[in-house]
């Protein structure tokens, strides 16, 4: 057989050259991503005593601060995904698990560390201090460079388009209800008290009463961008009680 | 490569002219980047063999590489090598070099820590990485807090208590200081009268007249302050009210203001509001016992532990 290749029939064919592109960069995204959707330890199950599932959807106002989070580009200083390693451990609390994302699209994992990870930071800090660290953070930690935000506490929520929001997300697979058997679905998952939180017919109503109950920006005049933001800064990484598992028990997930 | 060295070398070109003249030479690649590569080549296949790598089915392969790591009930588990499983190995290795400290810091009463130069050294390392990373974006690097916000750590003057139990309380539970506004119980003056006498307390000049009217209704039902900061004004750890007779001041910005009339509107600023913003979070669910412990002893020698 006289077979003699030569990479100028590749090289002077467009639409060739196109295809088997393409066919090269597909075998790397197959290999890599097809698995998670088989692999069914990947994401690890956290129930509670009840057999209820504790990672739940971002409230609608979490949700809306979620967007102000990826809209002022936090994520380029800020990660949030403490790895398994000694170091972060030590200073951040446990490794993130893959369910605690599992909800979230686009994921905020990042790689750009200019700040602290931001995986476990609810709770951490006061309300108080995180009005005065976003509007002027070198008031409270005098060697930061992380920018001033002081526009998020004089600008209100825009909500006009929060159904469709969450809509959009229930449309890529998070477990926000629409139907009445959706929403008993997630009674069954997640328990009623987060069920209602889930349901978009409610959310407006929802977002409203959040907001005024947890008075996150201190001003309870009305609904700030500051309030969302913080709603869902104070939720980060405390989904999880850890004290209910022993020390290795998210080892067996791998 | 100078031009005539690359003339003089004959080497092949791809064999097709662009543009008419235009042609390409096809050099081969250098033998160490070819060895080069299948090397990498090599590498990728034993990594697969000893880490975990392919999918198949509904699984993946462990890979042969094995790692040991003792458990929660400290027992040795040996298992396919993982991230989570080294990280294991790595506290384990970690618990033993601190654990005799924190055994001890845990075994001991706050007295004899404190006498302790061994574990002073310890706590002295390891109190200041704690407080580095979890109080000091509030209390600040050296705990002498912030006016306004945050209150000083190291000195003597405390809201809860600086004795060893207060401060292990205060840390493990957290704090929220609240004290009722008084804009609507009390008329401007009957504030301003106020005012005058509880800076009157600490020695400012002040009106002496409204400072005398302010000292009856600071005593009376109709302003019940000294339910909270106590008959002598000197305050009542039990609930967080401050002394306000000791020139310290947390939340009214007396000691940044020059003129007295900028500490009276200070004053009767948080009179007329009232205070509901000292949050101290809760540490009891994030950090353990022992580091909490140290921390207690870490802020105690900051210089105002009682």
Known sequence: ?254 | MSKDKMQSQAVQTTGHAWDGDLQEYNNPLPRWWVWTFYLTILFAILYWIWFPAWPVAKGYTPGVGKITYVDAKGVAQTTHWNTRADLMREMNGLAAIQKPFFDKVAAQPYAAIAKDPELNNFIASAGNQLFADNCATCHQAGGQGKIGFFPNLADDDWLYGGQFDKIQETVTQGRRGYMPPFGEALSTAQIDQLANYVLSLSGEKMDAAKAETGKALFHSETAGCFYCHGDDARGRQVIGAPNLTDKIWLWANVPNADAPSIKLAAVKNVIQNGLNKGVMPAWGQRLTPEQIKVLTVYVHELGGGK
Request: net charge negative; charged share 20%.
């Open chain 1, 1 to 254: 057989m006289n077979f003699n290749f030569k990479h100028e029939w590749i090289e002077t064919n467009v639409g060739l050259l196109l295809v088997l592109t393409m066919v090269a960069i597909s075998i790397g995204g197959l290999v890599e991503i097809a698995p998670l959707f088989l692999i069914k330890n990947t994401v690890e199950t956290v129930k509670d005593a009840k057999g209820l599932e504790t990672i739940r959807p971002y409230t609608a106002l979490e949700s809306r601060g979620r967007d102000i989070y990826v809209r002022e580009g936090c994520y380029t200083c800020h990660s949030q995904m403490i790895r398994p390693l000694k170091d972060e451990a030590v200073r951040y609390g446990h490794y993130s698990l893959a369910a605690e994302s599992q909800y979230d699209h686009p994921f905020q994992w990042g790689s750009k560390r200019t700040g602290p990870d931001l995986a476990r930071v609810g709770k951490k800090y006061s309300n108080e201090w995180q009005v005065q660290h976003l509007i002027a953070p070198r008031s409270m930690v005098p060697e930061s460079v992380m920018p001033n935000y002081p526009w998020l506490l004089s600008t209100p929520l825009d909500t006009s388009d929060l159904v469709d929001r969450l809509r959009a997300q229930r449309a890529v697979g998070v477990p926000y209800s629409l139907t009445e058997i959706e929403y008993q679905n997630n009674v069954k998952r997640f328990g009623e008290a987060v069920a209602q939180q889930l349901h978009i017919p409610n959310a407006q109503q929802n977002l409203v009463k959040q907001a005024e109950e947890g008075n996150f920006d201190g001003d309870r005049s009305n609904i700030t961008e500051l309030d969302a933001l913080i709603a869902y800064l104070q939720v980060l990484g405390t989904m999880v009680d850890f004290s209910q598992y022993d020390s290795d028990h998210f080892v067996t997930f791998r």
